[in-house]
């Protein structure tokens, strides 16, 4: 049972997060985002309960399934290492999809959240993974009988990346802003649980499929099929979770609270569009113009920069603590090897990630006083955050020289990444989770958007450094 409290209750709980940002101790000056809202002083008895955290746990699947198909690519390094070693796949893939990914939640930030109902947006999602990952079989399927060349097959295997950042970008700004609107930023919490749990669950996918079959190149291609085959199926569960949750009484009471796009024909529960009184986007600064009347995009501009202000020290958490994590991982930390495990080194390193990502995700719901959300201040916590630039080194030392590494040993980099993941998932989680609830809930669904584009933007330059960082340790690898 995750530590949740009720809707009602004013008592300080370690999911909670609202406490990093009101703590009247904090070591910064508190943004005034103007009087509370009605919506904000509405007698919290009337809010219905999270029946059994039943909307949690679906959240927790949820946040699982929109990272199940990155991380699927990331956990079937060892078949895409053995069919395209030329290609550096495990860097250019990582590459491609952050940037695409990037730009999807720029335009969605911008764009779709005011113009697109966001049950639209998550199903956009689920449809894109699918086209992408039954794209990525028959593409290997063609490269096996010849059809394709390894060169050409993949390029393919790279567009298929594209669409998939596509639908993750659009579906994961979407699920942070609906997260975000949900009671005290356990929801959010909830959301990284299940990015973790997605890692984890990919990875003893990977392991099981492999185990399975021999080393042979046609039977790891075989149990590559299996394991895709199944993300698959864990894709349509999720697509079943999300449209169960929008019809809770819970859920509805917090997205009922935001305006609904004015000329969406359908509007979040599949009714006719209308817009209620003080409803309309121009209540909140939204810009769209589809089909009749107009809001100004100055406007929608002007909201954007004023949220990103009261939110700036969480972005910018959360922008190193990816950053940090991207540059150093799967890219260097997957370059050492050990030889008595041989092509399953990367899978271990990978495993070892997602393991202590989860255990930091975790960490936030536990009661220990210095780990709970409400002990620590905004500038307290970014100031950690930037501690962990230490962790960039540290890998560089494992892999570097080639030769003969000054962290000798495949101990050393799994113990340092491991302790990436922890600390990586502990301080990314705690940044998440604090931006919206530091808005007025009416906003809190762009703000959850806007701390996506930061957290994306950490990663894009994150796994920019990481090239940068192979060529330094490699200078042959782009050769």
Same mark, same amino acid.
């Given at each position: 049972?995750?530590?949740?409290?009720?809707?009602?209750?004013?008592?300080?709980?370690?999911?909670?997060?609202t406490?990093?940002?009101?703590?009247?101790?904090?070591?910064?000056?508190?943004?005034?985002t103007?009087?509370?809202?009605?919506?904000?002083?509405?007698? #919290?008895?009337?809010?219905?309960?999270?029946?059994?955290?039943?909307?949690?746990?679906a959240?927790v699947?949820?946040?699982?399934?929109?990272l199940?198909?990155?991380?699927?690519?990331?956990?079937?390094?060892?078949?895409?290492?053995?069919?395209y070693?030329?290609? !550096? @796949?495990?860097?250019?893939?990582?590459?491609?999809?952050?940037?695409?990914?990037?730009?999807?939640?720029?335009?969605? *930030?911008?764009?779709?959240? $005011?113009?697109? @109902?966001?049950?639209?947006? =998550?199903?956009?999602?689920?449809?894109?993974?699918?086209?992408?990952?039954?794209?990525?079989?028959?593409?290997?399927?063609?490269?096996?009988?010849?059809?394709?060349?390894?060169?050409?097959?993949?390029?393919?295997?790279?567009?298929?990346?594209?669409i998939?950042? =596509?639908?993750?970008?659009? #579906?994961?700004?979407?699920?942070?802003?609906?997260?975000?609107?949900? !009671?005290?930023?356990?929801?959010?919490?909830?959301l990284?649980?299940?990015?973790? &749990?997605?890692?984890?669950?990919?990875?003893f996918?990977r =392991?099981?499929?492999?185990?399975?079959?021999?080393?042979?190149?046609?039977?790891?291609? #075989?149990?590559?099929?299996?394991?895709?085959g199944?993300?698959?199926?864990?894709?349509?569960?999720?697509?079943?979770?999300?449209?169960?949750?929008?019809?809770?009484p819970?859920?509805? !009471?917090?997205? /009922?609270?935001? @305006?609904?796009?004015?000329?969406?024909?359908?509007?979040?529960?599949?009714?006719?569009?209308?817009?209620?009184?003080?409803?309309s986007?121009?209540?909140?600064?939204?810009?769209?113009?589809?089909?009749?009347?107009?809001v100004?995009? #100055?406007?929608?501009?002007?909201?954007?920069?004023?949220?990103?202000?009261?939110?700036?020290?969480? %972005?910018?958490?959360?922008?190193?603590?990816?950053?940090v994590?991207?540059?150093t991982?799967?890219g260097?930390?997957?370059?050492?090897?050990?030889?008595?495990? +041989? $092509?399953?080194s990367?899978?271990?390193?990978?495993?070892?990630?997602?393991? +202590?990502?989860?255990?930091? /995700?975790?960490?936030? &719901?536990?009661?220990?006083?210095?780990?709970?959300?409400?002990?620590?201040?905004?500038?307290? *916590?970014? /100031?950690?955050?930037?501690?962990?630039? &230490?962790?960039?080194?540290? %890998?560089?030392?494992?892999?570097?020289?080639? $030769? /003969?590494?000054?962290? @000798?040993?495949?101990?050393? =980099?799994?113990?340092?990444?491991?302790?990436?993941?922890?600390?990586?998932?502990?301080?990314?989680?705690?940044?998440?989770?604090?931006?919206?609830?530091?808005?007025?809930?009416?906003?809190?669904?762009?703000?959850?958007?806007?701390?996506?584009?930061? *957290?994306?933007?950490?990663?894009?330059?994150?796994?920019? *450094?990481?090239?940068?960082?192979?060529?330094?340790? $490699?200078?042959?690898?782009?050769?």
């Amino acid at each position: 049972m995750p530590p949740l409290s009720s809707p009602g209750s004013s008592s300080p709980i370690a999911g909670d997060t609202t406490a990093l940002i009101t703590d009247p101790s904090d070591e910064f000056d508190v943004v005034d985002t103007g009087p509370p809202s009605a919506d904000d002083t509405q007698n #919290q008895s009337t809010v219905p309960e999270d029946a059994r955290s039943r909307v949690w746990y679906a959240i927790v699947l949820c946040g699982a399934g929109f990272l199940f198909p990155f991380n699927t690519y990331i956990a079937a390094a060892d078949f895409l290492e053995q069919r395209y070693e030329e290609y !550096h @796949p495990e860097f250019y893939i990582t590459l491609v999809y952050i940037y695409a990914t990037c730009i999807t939640v720029a335009i969605s *930030l911008f764009v779709l959240v $005011d113009r697109y @109902p966001l049950r639209w947006r =998550i199903r956009f999602g689920y449809m894109m993974f699918g086209i992408s990952l039954i794209g990525f079989i028959l593409v290997e399927v063609a490269v096996t009988r010849g059809s394709l060349s390894r060169q050409s097959g993949f390029g393919w295997v790279l567009f298929t990346v594209v669409i998939t950042a =596509i639908g993750g970008g659009v #579906q994961q700004s979407s699920y942070y802003g609906y997260a975000g609107m949900l !009671h005290g930023g356990t929801y959010t919490l909830a959301l990284m649980v299940g990015e973790s &749990l997605a890692g984890v669950a990919v990875s003893f996918n990977r =392991i099981v499929t492999k185990a399975a079959y021999n080393d042979a190149e046609s039977a790891v291609e #075989q149990s590559t099929f299996v394991f895709l085959g199944l993300t698959l199926g864990y894709l349509v569960v999720c697509l079943g979770l999300s449209e169960w949750t929008y019809r809770t009484p819970f859920t509805k !009471h917090y997205l /009922k609270k935001l @305006p609904k796009p004015e000329v969406i024909a359908l509007d979040l529960y599949g009714d006719e569009s209308s817009t209620d009184d003080g409803g309309s986007l121009a209540a909140r600064g939204g810009a769209a113009v589809l089909g009749g009347g107009s809001v100004s995009s #100055q406007r929608t501009g002007s909201t954007r920069r004023r949220l990103a202000r009261i939110i700036k020290y969480p %972005m910018a958490a959360v922008f190193v603590s990816f950053l940090v994590t991207l540059s150093t991982f799967p890219g260097v930390a997957t370059m050492p090897s050990s030889e008595k495990l +041989g $092509d399953w080194s990367p899978i271990v390193v990978i495993s070892l990630f997602n393991v +202590g990502d989860l255990i930091g /995700k975790l960490l936030p &719901l536990t009661s220990v006083v210095w780990l709970i959300p409400s002990w620590w201040s905004e500038i307290k *916590l970014l /100031k950690f955050t930037a501690w962990r630039l &230490l962790f960039i080194p540290a %890998m560089v030392l494992c892999a570097a020289p080639l $030769d /003969k590494p000054a962290l @000798p040993g495949f101990g050393w =980099i799994c113990i340092i990444t491991l302790f990436l993941g922890v600390t990586g998932g502990y301080t990314g989680t705690l940044a998440m989770s604090s931006g919206p609830q530091a808005c007025q809930e009416k906003d809190r669904e762009v703000a959850g958007t806007i701390m996506t584009l930061s *957290l994306l933007c950490g990663l894009a330059a994150g796994v920019t *450094l990481s090239i940068a960082l192979l060529a330094m340790i $490699d200078p042959t690898s782009f050769a």
